[in-house]
């Protein structure tokens, strides 16, 4: 079972920050968590990861709260191609990429 | 060059049928991953190969068969399918087992129809 709770759906305005939150209350200490997302009818792309302390790279930024029960997934400038389903995932040393449902983030002009 | 390639891009097959997915990297990774999405759904794991060897098999039905004959090429083998096996399937590679700094790249997929 996915180890994540995202909202099913978002809207953003074209131009603004997409703000994607993500609740992984039972993460343990060694779990990272990750963020891909997947363009209708392409393979997933990974964004960014992190493990305790807040990360940025030229996609997003990813936001990592002190008691890491949840994370929040900055897109600073959403544009139209910014349009896909975002997921949030929590890997261990010992498990598997397991995807959960997805945030279904639609840009809006 | 994070390409993964895979082949082909739309397979029809009957349930009769024997057919085989491919999928490529040439970034040097160890890892090799397959995943099934059915329509609206998240990916679910398959299989995945590490250093060659098989690792994971997701209680995966044995009409599916997975292949790593070398570290740059991933098969998925097909046989006796069901129409509910129709799906979009994933290959994805890391760079290695180390789950935690597994960064995956993944293929396009391929979308199989099962008559």
């Known amino acids: 079972d996915a180890k994540t709770t995202q909202p099913p759906s978002m809207d953003c305005a074209e131009g603004r920050a997409a703000n994607l939150p993500c609740n992984h209350s039972?993460?343990?200490?060694?779990?990272?968590v990750y963020w891909y997302r997947q363009i209708h009818s392409q393979g997933p792309q990974y964004i960014i990861h992190g493990l305790k302390n807040n990360e940025t790279n030229e996609m997003a930024s990813l936001i990592i709260t002190e008691d890491r029960k949840s994370s929040t997934l900055i897109l600073p400038h959403a544009t139209l191609r910014d349009t896909a389903v975002y997921y949030c995932i929590v890997i261990g040393w010992d498990n598997d990429m397991r995807f959960g449902a997805g945030t279904r983030l639609t840009v809006k002009p | 060059d994070t390409e993964v390639t895979q082949t082909p891009k739309h397979l029809v097959m009957g349930m009769t049928n024997k057919k085989s997915l491919k999928c490529e990297q040439h970034m040097g990774h160890r890892a090799m991953y397959w995943y099934k999405q059915k329509a609206k759904k998240p990916p679910e794991l398959m299989f995945v190969?590490?250093?060659?060897?098989?690792?994971i098999n997701e209680s995966v039905p044995s009409r599916f068969s997975p292949e790593c004959p070398n570290s740059s090429l991933l098969n998925l083998h097909l046989h006796a399918l069901q129409p509910e096996d129709s799906a979009l399937y994933l290959c994805?590679?890391?760079?290695?087992?180390?789950?935690?700094?597994?960064?995956?790249?993944f293929g396009a997929g391929t979308r199989l129809s099962v008559l």
């Open positions: 994805a590679s890391s760079q290695s087992g180390e789950r935690a700094k597994n960064i995956q790249y």
């Open positions: 039972t993460i343990s200490g060694n779990e990272y």
């Open positions: 190969y590490s250093y060659e060897k098989l690792s």
